[in-house]
């Protein structure tokens, strides 16, 4: 009876693997598509949404994942932003040394942020993730050198070898390998034993203690990846808009990322991916057809804390599923 | 100089009070639902416009504000009772989803009713120059602020602490089932609350008008000050909120005027211009931080 | 100082005005059975928790195996060997449970960087997979693996309990109550159990039926509104006039 489960549990999963490499050659084909389509700017906002959904998926694996709402995830990714514009002024524009620069940046930040707010839990936890970011928030901004409210822009984008990311298809092609990388990655980590621990965790945190696990060493270790993730998103949107912009650092910043968490589904793994594509598609469309669309998307997003609590992957699953019983 | 500290720390004490009034509210709605309010930030932002549209119409300050009191008590009640019940039994994240949406809907309808041009506020004229007190000058405005917050800060001290009403809301804070079976009807309270506190975040828009721009985007910046109060405090504790917002409007205030200047004694003059005004604006976050490491319920911690 | 295994020495704890524990010193040698009994709300679950960890103490101090633990988290307690059960069901309800003793095996090997391993999935782990099933087979729930812990029955939650504590190998295992709502089948396994346990690991046992502690224990401590008043052989416990007075009283006469 073991066997059969298990050889299910393959069967599942490699079918599951099937149609991750559908969806990436989906994905891949979209940049040629568009361009034959003659909707060349298209290019450009779904590396948009790729970068956003890279960076709602680094948070979901925090707060989904990891059991820790945390809302100051926008320090991380503008902390990356701002980590290849300041080298790019310096004259290092070779994007395998900016990027991994902007990431490892962002992840001695969580790992700093990390280990203090862990101290705390719940509602306080959300507040002191907050505050830092608050606080790196408004280092960027006092530092004039830095570009103050204007932000620091980039002159070009990053030198990747023979790739030329000025490019929009080129760039598309490289920041979905990054979001393809790193869902594989957090899908690897997820179901190693650190990720069950982390699970575990979620489930009952003081029974993981009494079974001898150092649990804040645990979330904490969690909290480095997502943030680590989201620098490298950072330095994505920085060359995407060749600017690292306050904005990005602000605190709406990761309200808007968390909200695509919730959008698209806590925990799940294509959570941050379906949340960021909803929200932006929505966005776009929504400004075409009125000035004032952000007062349709909050009645939407009303709508969706209503009727999809679980985000709206999930629904829609439940949705297709009803129709396929009747 | 020490007449520039104490000028600073009258603006400290008038902008701590201010907070004041929009963390009493929040720390309540939080201590007693559970229930994080990202919109309440909107209502300081509301009375703030219905403030200066009934004072234009009416051409009186006092009936702008207390026009103001009302009407974004009122619009606190209906919220209450039209969505943010329906989340008091949901996790944070659904909260935060939520209230999110209100902000992007405030935002917008004031847009929609006002336009995308500030407003202006403008404080009585009777108050517009400066006072002689203890041998300095200090605008006459500025010292009804810390007239109005003290009188309202007291009158809630004692509501919340000394009277029945106050005791439910307290206990409802820390035990909702037991007060519940004490027969309070908590669903009734918590409305008027909301109403209360939406009521007291329409005094200081309106209180604040006349200082700061009365526009779309003034809720977002002083809602996280509001939180940083609260956390700070204790969450649902008022005597935490107090002297969380003194603590807060004292420290920021000064920390604006003086820091710059200790920096310079201390670093050469290009350094401390620019790392001066970064260190002023992170200092009630390290603040927080700080308390928070140590105290990690904040300072008056409300359960257990 | 030659010490026992544990030495609480002067332990003192509140909760606001209650004084859940006082002054209580206690001595469990390696090896022994010693029992902790005293009426409801005595504090016996208050004195696990000082020494699994879960809790500190306001005063007095915690010596495990010659080592002050006092100020020592739980989990690293674990790691020097002390484990403990929990009064009220404390499992991972939705993990198999096989998974939950798997956890608990992994937490004690330390090879590899132990659990902070991020690629290997952890299904396919044979090692650990193979000792968790060893140890549900020991306290007999063999057969049972792949059932999710919240669906199993209360007896035998509480047997998964013992397993995931057993799993971390322990010098010393505090067991609170592990008979504690069961039927009269269900604690007679859980006492053959205990008493096969309590050849290989010191064991301190908190338990109201008073025929399994005098079958079980080597020594019996009994705790009195916070209060530790008396430690003696079963026998002796039986004859104390003030233990009789104070908790056997109705039982015995
Ligand atoms: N976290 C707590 N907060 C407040 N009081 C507590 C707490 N934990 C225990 N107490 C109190 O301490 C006293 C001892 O409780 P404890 O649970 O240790 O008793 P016990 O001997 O294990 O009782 P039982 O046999 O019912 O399990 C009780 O009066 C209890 O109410
Ligand atoms: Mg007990």
Redesign the pocket.
């Given at each position: 009876m073991a066997a059969s489960e298990k050889s299910a549990l393959y069967r599942q999963s490699a079918r599951r693997r099937a149609l991750a490499v559908v969806a990436l050659l989906v994905l891949a084909a979209l940049p040629p598509l568009l361009q034959a389509l003659g909707q060349d700017f298209y290019v450009s906002f779904a590396a948009r949404i790729l970068i956003f959904a890279l960076a709602a998926t680094s948070l979901n694996f925090i707060v989904g994942f990891g059991g820790m709402v945390a809302f100051g995830h926008a320090a991380f990714f503008g902390a990356g932003a701002y980590a290849v514009a300041i080298l790019a002024e310096r004259g290092v524009v070779s994007a395998f040394v900016a990027w991994p620069a902007a990431a490892a940046l962002a992840g001695l930040l969580s790992l700093a942020v990390g280990a203090v707010s862990l101290r705390t839990r719940g509602v306080y936890f959300i507040m002191i993730t907050l505050a830092f970011a608050q606080m790196i928030y408004y280092l960027f901004v006092s530092l004039q050198a830095w570009g103050g409210d204007d932000g620091l822009p980039l002159m070009a984008r990053s030198s990747f070898g023979p790739l030329d990311l000025g490019d929009d298809a080129a760039f598309y092609w490289v920041a979905l390998a990054c979001l393809a990388g790193a869902l594989f990655l957090l899908d690897r980590v997820a179901h190693a034993r650190f990720g069950r621990v982390l699970q575990a965790i979620r489930e009952n945190e003081s029974r993981m203690e009494a079974l001898g696990y150092p649990v804040a060493a645990y979330k904490l270790a969690c909290f480095v990846i997502g943030g680590t993730l989201a620098g490298l998103a950072g330095a994505l949107i920085a060359n995407h808009g060749l600017l690292a912009s306050p904005n990005l650092l602000h605190w709406t910043q990761s309200g808007t990322l968390l909200v695509m968490v919730i959008v698209g589904g806590v925990g799940a793994l294509y959570g941050g991916f379906a949340g960021a594509l909803t929200l932006l598609l929505l966005e776009e469309i929504l400004a075409g057809f009125t000035v004032h669309w952000h007062m349709a998307l909050g009645l939407l997003l009303l709508v969706v804390v209503f009727r999809a609590p679980r985000g709206v992957a999930a629904w829609l699953h439940g949705l297709f599923s009803r129709r396929g019983a009747k | 100089m020490t007449q520039l500290i104490l000028e600073q720390a009258m603006n400290g004490l008038q902008f701590g009070l201010m907070l004041f009034l929009l963390a009493a509210g929040l720390t309540l709605v939080f201590g007693i639902m559970d229930m994080i309010n990202l919109a309440h930030g909107s209502l300081y932002m509301v009375g703030a416009y219905l403030a200066a549209a009934a004072a234009a119409a009416s051409g009186s300050f006092v009936v702008g504000a207390l026009a103001a009191v009302a009407g974004t008590a009122l619009v606190g009640a209906l919220l209450e009772v039209a969505v943010l019940r329906r989340l008091y039994a949901r996790d944070h994240l659904a909260q935060v989803l939520a209230t999110f949406a209100l902000i992007l809907v405030a935002n917008e309808a004031v847009r929609m009713l006002w336009g995308d041009q500030p407003m202006q506020l403008n404080a009585p004229e009777a108050l517009a120059g400066p006072v002689e007190i203890g041998g300095f000058a200090y605008p006459a405005y500025r010292l009804l602020i810390i007239a109005v917050g003290a009188v309202v800060a007291l009158a809630l001290y004692v509501v919340v602490t000394k009277t029945r009403v106050g005791m439910w809301v307290r206990a409802g804070a820390s035990n909702r089932e037991m007060t519940e079976a004490l027969g309070v009807n908590v669903k009734r309270l918590f409305t008027l609350v909301f109403a209360f506190g939406a009521g007291l975040c329409a005094l200081a828009g309106a209180m604040l008008g006349p200082l700061l721009a009365v526009q779309v985007g003034m809720g977002e910046s002083i809602l996280i000050l509001a939180f940083v109060v609260i956390v700070i405090g204790g969450i649902g504790s008022i005597r935490g909120a107090l002297v969380g917002s003194l603590l807060v409007g004292v420290v920021d205030t000064l920390g604006r005027a003086l820091l710059p200047w200790l920096l310079r004694e201390f670093l050469p003059a290009e350094v401390a211009s620019n790392l001066g005004p970064a260190l002023a604006a992170i200092l009630i976050y390290l603040l927080m931080a700080a308390i928070l490491f140590w105290k990690p319920a904040g300072l008056f911690p409300a359960r257990g | 100082m030659s010490g026992g295994l544990l030495d609480v020495a002067g332990v003192g704890r509140h909760f606001g005005g209650v004084h859940a524990l006082s002054d209580v010193s206690l001595r469990v040698t390696e090896g022994e059975v010693h029992a902790l009994i005293g009426p409801?709300g005595a504090g016996?679950?208050?004195l696990?928790h000082q020494i699994s960890g879960a809790q500190t103490p306001d005063a007095g101090t915690i010596r495990f195996a010659g080592e002050d633990v006092t100020r020592l988290s739980m989990h690293t307690r674990v790691t020097r060997g002390i484990a403990r059960s929990w009064?009220v069901t404390n499992v991972f309800a939705r993990f198999s449970a096989l998974d939950n003793v798997a956890l608990a095996v992994q937490g004690r090997r330390r090879d590899w960087g132990g659990s902070f391993r991020f690629w290997v999935p952890a299904d396919a782990e044979r090692a650990i997979v193979d000792e968790a099933a060893a140890w549900l087979a020991e306290v007999g729930l063999a057969g049972r693996e792949a059932a999710i812990a919240g669906s199993l029955a209360h007896g035998e939650q509480r047997q998964l309990e013992l397993a995931l504590a057993l799993a971390t190998k322990p010098r010393l295992l505090l067991l609170?109550?592990p008979m504690a709502g069961m039927g009269p089948e269900e604690s007679e396994r859980v006492v053959g159990l205990i008493e096969h346990l309590g050849r290989k690991v010191t064991l301190l046992l908190?338990e109201h039926d008073m025929d399994a502690v005098f079958r079980l224990a080597d020594r019996v401590s009994v705790l009195v509104g916070g209060r530790l008043i008396f430690t003696g052989l079963p026998d002796e416990v039986r004859a104390h006039p003030e233990v009789k007075k104070a908790y056997l009283g109705e039982e015995l006469v």
């Open positions: - | - | 409801n016996k679950t208050t696990i009064q609170d109550e908190v």
